[in-house]
Structure formats: structure tokens, C-alpha cells
């Protein structure tokens, strides 16, 4: 006959161990308590802040993607002008509306009666920039 373990005693007879230490729960009365943290709130406060960190970055990207196809029409427009002079990186040029197409001058619009369209700079990456006023 088989000798039963007292009941204090955690024995699992399919492994033939004693398991007292994996259980989630105390297995003796004079155990503690066993409590599992709520993680409900813990996971909320992730999601939230997650998802304003996403957010930031997506409006971020859609910032940078508007900049990027406003540069690239920029850049494509000058390239398209006419023009008879090699531009110097950094120097202002003026883009005009002509009777041909679009030109690019090295007269600003104060000197002639022409209809400006944009004031350009080149960069040293050979991109276009709009630019707001004469530095």
C-alpha cells in the first residue's frame, strides 16, 4: 500500500515533485497572501501614452512629407525655368511668370514690372528653397 502525504505536504503524483513553490496560491493556511497586481490600469496609462506618442510622430511624418513635397514641386519648377546663367549655391534668385513659361532672374522684382512668383534660394544639396525675403 502507497503512504499518503499529509495534506500539508503539495505533492503532484503525475510528476511525482513537490510543487508548494509554483502554485499561484498559498497551500498551507499560515501562507501569505497572494495577491496579483492589477495591471488593467497600468496597461490603460501605456495605451494612452502610446498612442499620443504615436500620434506626435505620424503628425511629425505628415509634417515633414508636406515639406518634402512642397520642396519637391519647389525644386522641379525652378529646374523647369528658363534661365541662361549656372546659379551659385546660396544666392537669391526670383522666379517670374513670362509670356514662354516660367524664368528664373537675378533681377528682383522692385527693379522691373514683371509678375514674381517666388524668391528661391539654391542649397548646397541643389534643392530649391522658397524664401520669404532678401537676407
Known sequence: ?????????????????????LLPYASSNSGP???LPNVDAFKQQGVQKASKMLKAEWD???????????????TQRVYAAQYKFEPIVG?????YTGQKGDFLSIIPPEQWNKELIARVRLRPDYKWEEIDREP
Do not use: G
Open 1 to 21: 500500500m502507497k503512504k499518503k502525504k499529509p495534506d500539508a505536504v503539495v505533492w503532484d503524483e503525475t510528476t511525482q515533485q513537490y510543487v508548494a513553490k
Open 33 to 35: 497572501i497572494i495577491e
Open 60 to 74: 511629425d511624418l505628415q509634417s515633414q512629407l508636406s515639406q518634402f513635397v512642397k520642396m519637391a514641386q519647389q
Open 91 to 95: 544666392e537669391t534668385y526670383y522666379l
